[in-house]
């Protein structure tokens, strides 16, 4: 059974940074596709930050460019997400998700990141 868990969120100003942290069980790391992040702000669809294959190489929506690293640790089964610069319009539920081939979509339960101005 595959399970994914998000750390991390959090009330922060205008400016600062947060690091999200998901960790995975019930699946060989290694074989994932993709992992990555999305976000859901309210009254707005679900749309993804970022996400990094394999092979280690990131995908970023352009909002975020520049100021959100993803990054992934296979030894920890656990993928990042540093925000830096943060703006009220990063304000959202982020969910961790996982795609493998074969095995589709799965997703965590969510974490709130609030951006005050």
């Known amino acids: 059974q595959v399970q994914l868990v998000e750390s991390g969120g959090g009330l922060v100003q205008a400016g600062g940074s947060l690091r999200l942290s998901c960790a995975a069980s019930?699946?060989?790391?290694?074989?994932?596709?993709?992992m990555g992040w999305y976000r859901q702000a309210p009254g707005k669809q679900r749309e993804l930050v970022a996400n990094?294959?394999?092979?280690?190489?990131?995908n970023y929506a352009d909002s975020v460019k520049g100021r959100f690293t993803i990054s992934r640790d296979n030894a920890k089964n656990t993928v990042y997400l540093q925000m830096n610069s943060l703006k009220p319009e990063d304000t959202a539920v982020y969910y961790c998700?996982?795609?493998?081939?074969?095995?589709?979509?799965?997703w965590g339960q969510g974490t709130q990141v609030t951006v005050s101005s």
């Open positions: 019930g699946i060989i790391f290694s074989s994932i596709n993709l």
């Open positions: 990094i294959n394999r092979g280690g190489s990131p």
């Open positions: 998700n996982l795609w493998r081939l074969g095995s589709g979509n799965y």
